[in-house]
């Protein structure tokens, strides 16, 4: 089946699999690149037009091109990104998910109230440095992508610490040591139901070398060359341990039901819990991304989960191509579109 | 082909993935599941029905129901450990797999007669602590899944951690510095070949998060913010070095050799190898697991291993329902049932 | 379609892959193995036949044998290292890849010349002990797989260390601390296009476990029980950032190009950058393997990227055979054997 409309997003972050799923359920796709990144949208064919644009400011101009083209915007990080949070809503191509649902996301009050309201157990956060009366972590706002975090065992060591980076926003966050699970679901629209879509763990530079350090290494080296950053260069599959796995399906469902509740209609499409798993099996959720992140990439070819489900390749890329498929032929496009 | 028999097995572990296996080979399949644990199973419609108990002894009420649907069960971990080892022999329900091979494995001593009359290189127990010269772990019985093992690296630093355990039953171990490598593998009794099914490494917390806080940090920190703990969580794949797998094909089918002589007719259907690889390559092998394990959840649409061999996804869970389809249409189900 | 030429390969390194690749593509393949390999290749059916030798040497006498047969070899890295670098090129079968490019990649200086001159980054080499004026690390030259490398935080650590490795031949290089990334490409001589074929990282005996270690123990126990050792048993699928991608392709054709110009007709067929990002996002090369590598054996039912592009399962190995079966198909034989 060819569908009389297009999908578009911005080449970045997951654009491949948003757009090999999107040709998959039949879909002309579009890729909106800027000047120079246009080689893997190339080279891997996923894309029938590429759009290039010189900076981020060039996707205003392309606007009426895209209606004109009936193109629909699958958002991902890069995107809200770049378009930034606040101006997305007045965006007028039609944009696949709830725009409203945003500001619940990327205010971190306000995504703390949503989940906590959904049940969820969230590593507390210290208001002034006074209250800490533990291990913390201290998370610099904004870009930088997880340079500079640092452990701080208590206020003393806190203040010590905090002097190196003045005038930088800070959240002082409860260390939980554990393991990380990034959990992908998929909210559909128009059956209600909330799928599980596959897990991973990221791979950050470079923490995720530290531990080939030795300890003795580690001390003798100058403490700057040894400093732990978060920044994310990719991601490992992962499965999780079965009997965790109602509790993961419980969490995102409560999520999509309180969404309900704060901005109807609601958390719709993907979306990802980023989460720890301490050793007495506590799930920590420390974030939402309310929309697909890149820890899907490794599924392209479907994950262990969606095989259970699908007796196909199922992306979490295609699983959104799929559910705009579905509402046109039901003619339900509006439950899909925010 | 639809197949006049059932399968079963318990909603945990590798359930998903068992009863996703035996509806590709045509079996109608049944979850039995604790209350409030249904959901995964009627999420990923891997079940044809499902029996809710409210515990675990009311696995016993259910067996002349498994019995009159002609079901057969399929063991698992958490199957053995919620029914118990020493009842799993009583339970009257057609069982996959060879019952008697379950106190060689659950037995620890047993257990290394087994591996080590198979050949197979086994870390040193040091049956009382005088006997310590080298580093060792320790490791407790029982529940807890790995929390609180420590190491030690002489005989007076034992004495002095294990103060902090008293009345626990633990081992003496050899530490062994190198990497883990579970191997699956699958035995046939019907053509006597032993497969590889694939391999894994496990996610465990809160010990796989260690290596990512620095030296510096670890050492700063309260002793008890950073003590491992080996509780697994999760499943990453992992393929072995090629030059490695003959090795680790003989490995496999000694192990079955030596069960024949000790519990015939053997061991047969699905077990692992829990192994550790050094920097000069030796293997030692410091458990056998007699039956499925979760290692083998990351191949629900097959490992690279079963790719080479099938033309056909084929997870662990598929394989063993091909094993009883293949024996049911060769008039041989006594051969696979245990 | 059955190709009247076949395909062998020695049995190790990414022979399974291979072979089972060559018979995708409609090969007869033959596995060449030293006495006591052949169980993997018999148990995975993917050799038409197996030729068994005593020793590499028994390589050279089953020459015309092969010639006769009509094979043409896949060059792996065990196969380079058996045969000897230098002896590669007498060798008279039919050979898929450019010979005339391995002397540029086992020479460590030429290596350099050829990746600075393709714009790659490079760590930096000290030539001698007093130029080292930061962290590097110490590797020494053949056999022994990694083991022994060393950190050095000045020119005194490094002089204190170096002392317990006399007589060995090592090179000093700049100690970058990112995480590794191994990118594997395939060149077509058909085409001129580069492919991205996957992502992996290694799985390094005992270095991958040394973070499951506290500090506090690593220090407690006795240096020589927790030095790291580099020796590869394994691989661990990853995907990349996708905004780091078209970085990765650049390179790949950079190399392509300027080995043209070094070494016509260039490299081509498979081939892998092993890099290191850093937090900084700056991607440091410090190998090139001019031909097929392990950190593709996850993929041998297609990596996230080959289902990009392909839509059936492509691995490295069937994507060799491919070419080949290509290049026979349009008479262009002689621009695959080198």
Redesign the interface.
């Known amino acids: 089946m060819v569908v009389p409309y297009k999908i578009a997003t911005i080449g ?5 699999q948003i757009l ?1 799923g999107a040709k998959e359920e039949g879909f002309t796709t579009i890729a909106i690149c800027l000047k ?5 949208y190339k ?4 894309a029938d037009k590429i759009i290039t644009i010189k900076d981020y400011n060039g996707f205003y101009d392309i606007q009426e091109q895209l209606i004109r083209e009936k193109a629909i915007i699958i958002p991902h990080a ?1 995107f809200i990104t770049y378009l930034g949070a606040d101006k997305v809503e007045k965006f007028k191509v039609p944009y696949f998910g709830n725009k409203k649902i945003l500001e619940w996301e990327s205010d971190r009050s306000k995504e703390r109230i949503w989940l906590t309201k959904a049940g969820l157990k969230l590593p507390k956060i210290f208001r002034k440095p006074e209250d800490i009366d533990r ?1 913390v972590i201290v998370k610099f706002h904004g870009a930088g992508g997880g ?1 500079g975090y640092f ?1 701080a ?1 208590n206020i003393k ?1 806190f203040k010590r610490k905090i002097k190196m980076h003045p005038d930088k926003e800070y959240v002082i966050q409860e ?1 939980i ?5 990034y959990a992908h679901y998929f909210n559909s629209p128009l059956t209600g ?1 909330t ?2 879509m596959g ?1 991973d ?1 990221r ?21 700057e ?5 978060y ?16 509790r993961y ?2 969490m995102g469902e409560n999520v999509i039901k309180e969404s309900k509740r704060i901005s109807p209609p609601g958390l719709f499409g993907p979306f990802c819990l980023e989460t720890v ?3 007495d ?1 506590e799930i920590y959720c420390f974030e939402i991304s309310a929309r697909i992140v ?1 820890g899907t ?6 994950s ?2 969606t ?3 699908y007796n196909e ?1 199922m992306s979490t890329g295609r699983r959104i191509a799929r559910e705009i498929k579905l509402a046109i032929q039901q003619n339900k496009l509006n439950k899909v579109l925010g």
């Open positions: 970045s972050h997951s654009a491949l090999k120079g990144r246009e080689k893997p080279l891997f064919k996923v890069s291990p340079k452990l065992k060591d260390y040591l554990g393991v990380h699970m139901e799928e599980i897990f763990k791979y950050e530079s470079n923490v995720d070398s530290l531990g080939r350090i030795s300890a003795r290494d580690q001390i003798a080296l100058p403490k060359n040894v400093d732990p950053s920044v994310i260069v990719g991601n490992i599959p992962i499965v999780v341990r079965e009997s965790l796995l109602s399906i419980e798993i301490t050793p099996e890149a990439n490794p599924y392209i070819h479907g262990p989960y095989w259970l489900r390749p």
